[in-house]
């Protein structure tokens, strides 16, 4: 169980990460392209706007996937707890079997003890 929320949390971080890469990217990229045109004021407030947009908006991203990251490790921890709970339910119920198993056995028994003394008392009646 551990590893797979280590495996989800990587999975998670790899991912947020990606996503802060790429939007770098694009924003280096774009800021790049418009250094290398010479392009209006204009035209680069646009781009740096834009890049701003997505740079929130991965932002927004990372932080829904840590809110999920937390989400599933609640759900693993409850997992774990009704998990524990359950093999005590398990171990409790295995000791009742035994139990009850020893206490047929010996009744068992007894019910032999029994017919055997009452068959040796009818062979001695009809003896007589």
Request: proline share 1%; with cysteine; net charge positive.
């Amino acid at each position: 169980m551990k590893t797979a929320i280590t495996r989800l949390y990587k999975f998670h971080s790899s991912k947020i990460s990606y996503t802060i890469v790429g939007c770098l990217f694009l924003a280096l990229n774009t800021l790049y392209s418009s250094i290398s045109t010479a392009e209006p004021i204009e035209i680069l407030q646009k781009n740096a706007s834009k890049t701003y947009e997505q740079m929130i908006q991965a932002k927004q991203n990372a932080e829904n996937l840590s809110k999920d990251v937390a989400l599933v490790e609640k759900k693993l921890s409850a997992i774990k707890e009704k998990l524990s709970t359950t093999e005590q339910e398990l171990e409790t119920a295995k000791r009742k079997s035994e139990q009850a198993k020893l206490t047929f056995q010996q009744a068992t028994e007894k019910w032999k003890q029994a017919s055997d003394i009452l068959a040796n008392e009818w062979g001695n009646s009809e003896i007589k």
